[in-house]
């Protein structure tokens, strides 16, 4: 089974409502007659299975039908080909395996031999570049080219790194261990046939060691290092989490710059050896080199230290705040409530989402590590005088940093004093309960609850992300 055809049988297995051909064709990066084709082949595949096709209404779009869903689903979980993760048809696919390749292998790759490795056009390949190129900008990273060493990915260490898990996370349909160690090991087939057809790959070292002859990501060590992560994280970390942390670990035993120095100062190391997460960490990067067989600096500690510092955590889990941060949070929520004119200490549970937001981003903008709120610009307009007031009232936190705090942390925070506006202003009695689940984060999760519950009938007792 393609995995086009995969991606859009679980997005319409995920949608209760129809979808469009544009909506699965703009986000699988196809054009519309690709996307329409490879629904075609769902409704092909799902015939020969016994199961009922898609149902398409003109003008409404695509689902798959109520009955039928659990069974597409089982489906899906039985046909997921390992051999098969990347396909090559899929615009974001190969934008990721080019950003794997630049920074996970030795070779010196050029347009040429990256266009024969993938079987596709050279004009592909350089449109994808371009795209990637673009990309990498908007996180302050570069790519450059150098006739002797071909393509590389400079700037900032935990942008770059950022960018490979993200996109490993969008690309790989399947969590844990067995979709992660497939999807890998496919790409670095794929890097060893470009370096092969390029002539520009040391074949001792291959693709960062994903070649045949130095061994692949071996699943059940990777379902260990997976155990042994569900064993060792707090209960406050929610899954999906965990499973960023088992990327970051596969990434960092796969990079070809391995000694990062991730721009700490004497005195950031010594702030991070007095934390609970790097004693955390060191023990978690010392069993990854000893499942992925690949010895991993001592930076890569401090990293892990600083990574699960400023990962967010399930705030009804977490009970226990630095009496100065706390400080702070009430500081920056007086200051708002003053200039917006609004009582904010109706709402017993903004102190604690505020600082539970705090103690990430103290450590994110105290190591400088890059975060990118894609709601800025709809924040600043939609909630223009209060995302002003809070952005005034920053100082507080900027003195506790030492540092200033970029406007897309302020988005994020006003986006809880928007929440709280909400919330506020929902009385109802009788509703129906109801959860709501949310793939933004945390703060997004919460607007959305207080705005669903004025929406609508409904007492929404909890937003997840």
């Not at 090559?88 to 190969?94: E, N, T």
């Not at 937001?357 to 610009?377: A, D, E, S």
């Amino acid at each position: 089974m393609k995995k086009r055809v995969f991606v859009i049988l679980r997005q319409l297995v995920a949608a209760r409502e129809f979808l469009s051909a544009e909506r699965l064709a703009s986000e699988l990066g196809l054009s519309k007659r690709a996307a329409l084709y490879a629904l075609d082949e769902a409704d092909r595949l799902l015939e020969a299975r016994g199961l009922t096709k898609l149902e398409r209404i003109p003008g409404a779009g695509i689902r798959i039908t109520d009955d039928s869903r659990l069974r597409v689903q089982e489906f899906l979980d039985e046909m997921w080909e390992d051999q098969s993760p990347i396909d090559v048809a899929v615009s974001s696919d190969r934008r990721l395996f080019l950003l794997f390749a630049f920074m996970c292998s030795e070779g010196r790759h050029t347009t040429d031999s990256l266009a024969a490795g993938l079987g596709v056009s050279v004009r592909t390949i350089s449109n994808d570049i371009s795209a990637l190129r673009t990309s990498l900008e908007r996180q302050r990273c570069e790519l450059t080219y150098e006739r002797s060493c071909g393509y590389r990915v400079v700037g900032n260490e935990f942008s770059r790194r950022g960018q490979l898990i993200a996109g490993l996370q969008d690309a790989c349909p399947v969590r844990g261990a067995r979709g992660l160690s497939s999807f890998v090991n496919e790409m670095g087939r794929l890097v060893d046939r470009a370096c092969s057809q390029g002539g520009g790959c040391d074949t001792a070292h291959g693709a960062a060691g994903l070649s045949s002859s130095n061994g692949l990501v071996l699943e059940d060590r990777l379902v260990e290092l997976e155990r042994v992560l569900e064993g060792v994280l707090p209960g406050v970390y929610e899954r999906d989490i965990r499973h960023i942390v088992l990327m970051n670990l596969v990434v960092a035993s796969l990079e070809r710059r391995q000694n990062l120095s991730w721009g700490l100062t004497a005195e950031d190391r010594e702030h991070l050896r007095g934390s609970a997460s790097f004693e955390l960490a060191r023990f978690v990067v010392a069993k990854a080199s000893e499942l992925l067989n690949r010895e991993l600096g001592e930076d890569e500690s401090y990293y892990m230290g600083m990574l699960l510092q400023s990962l967010p955590s399930d705030t009804r889990e977490v009970g226990n705040y630095p009496f100065d941060l706390e400080v702070v949070a009430q500081k920056l929520i007086a200051q708002v409530e003053e200039g917006h004119g609004f009582d904010f200490s109706r709402d017993a549970e903004l102190p604690g989402m505020i600082v539970a937001h705090l103690m990430p981003l103290t450590y994110r903008m105290l190591f400088k590590m890059q975060i990118v709120n894609p709601l800025v610009g709809e924040v600043a307009s939609k909630y223009g005088r209060l995302h002003a007031q809070v952005r005034e009232a920053m100082g507080e936190v900027e003195r506790f940093v030492g540092t200033p705090v970029r406007e897309d942390e302020a988005a994020f925070l006003t986006l809880y004093f928007a929440s709280s506006v909400e919330k506020l202003a929902n009385v109802r009695d009788g509703a129906a309960r109801v959860v709501v689940v949310c793939n933004a984060g945390n703060a997004v999760s919460r607007l959305l609850q207080y705005r669903l519950a004025n929406a609508f009938n409904v007492d929404v007792i909890s937003a997840v992300s």
